[in-house]
């Protein structure tokens, strides 16, 4: 019994060396299995209908289900990408050069329509200098472009690694629409957990994948695209940047794409574009912000709701370990841990329930 045990205990301690060893050798590609992963949850319906299809044909269903997937949502993103760094380097370069001169513009724009009542407040708060405000409007926004253009050209300098990225992220996407049910299976089998607590947890994890993609990703593409739109209608400058940066804002809870359209709204009508102002307002109002009352429900669904303020820690705690990866990692994560004790919580419940009572002497 000693010895059995003994061998027991040396396969257990092998098992997780090696294990842990596998863990540490994928690690570098840790950001193209969880995309390939995400994605393989979010388009599996669309596999699952091409491969009824086609059932005795499941490479060539799972190439098609890759295109889809490339068509819909990678050649999109690529464009508004190359799209953005051009619009980034365009307002640095017009926001450094000349020492700032096109802020000095807009700052001269705002004092001469500016209205007596303005100044007179503008004194009470101690920013009637003009010249000490647009300095340091200036070297915000400077900062501000700077930090987005470095990593910017970060990301070209290491051109040949976002590519290698890319194509594995494809390679491993293919490869989970092909296999993906017999890999599930393979880790259901191997995990050493009860499989009707591995089966709600790998729901939970498809759910809040979804969610997070369609419910946020999408609901802030629209908002974004709406406010990048109406700027470029607008004839105000960057319409691309401002837009990603609404549709950004738009994923944290408590912020939101009005701290975008709301300052713009107030330039427009400090200069005296107030028909502008008013076109901004409606829009950044009435669509932008009605949006995530309309869609969001709709696309997320009640079960997967979590509290505000664990929805914005998870995510500003996921972009901080992941990067953009974050966005999806941190609220998935943070439903699997509340998933997770939920699930603890109701067995130890149920085990007292099932515990006899003693009788009292």
Known sequence: MERSALKNRGFAVALTLVTLAFLVLLYPFYTAI????????????????????MPTRPTLASL???????????IPATLVGISLVREV?????????????????????????????????????????????RARISQVAAQALQFIVTRAVAIGQNTLGVVVGFALTLYLLFFFFRDGARLVAYAVAAIPMEKTHLAELGTKFATVVKATIRGNLVVAAI???????????????????????????????????????????????????VGK???????GAGFIGLIDNLLRPMLVGKETKMPDYLVLL??????????????????????????????YIARNEDAKERTPQRPRS
């Not at 390939?36 to 299809?53: D, E, G, M, N, S």
């Not at 098609?64 to 990678?74: K, R």
């Not at 329509?113 to 007179?120: F, G, K, N, R, S």
């Not at 370990?321 to 994560?333: E, K, Y």
């Open 34 to 53: 969880f995309w390939a992963a995400t994605l393989a949850v979010l388009f599996w319906p669309t596999h699952q209908k091409i491969l009824a299809r």
């Open 64 to 74: 098609l289900s890759l295109l889809a997937c490339v068509l819909v949502l990678v």
């Open 89 to 133: 380097v365009s307002l640095y370069g017009n926001v450094t050069q000349d020492g700032g001169k096109s802020i000095a513009e807009h700052m001269q724009r705002i004092g001469d329509a500016a209205p007596p009542w303005a100044w007179q407040w503008l004194e009470r708060l101690g920013l009637d200098d003009l010249a000490g405000v």
């Open 223 to 273: 908002q974004g695209a709406i406010g990048g739109i109406m700027f470029w209608a607008l004839g105000i400058q960057g319409p691309i940047v401002w837009g990603v940066v609404m549709g950004f804002l738009s994923m944290l809870p408590a912020v939101g794409a009005w701290l975008v359209w709301g300052p713009v709204a107030i330039y427009l009508l400090a200069t005296g574009a």
């Open 277 to 283: 102002a008013i076109i901004v307002v409606i829009v």
């Open 314 to 343: 998870s995510t500003l705690g996921g972009l901080a370990l992941f990067g953009l990866t974050g966005f999806v990692a941190g609220p998935v994560i943070a439903a699997l841990f509340m998933a997770i004790w939920a699930l």
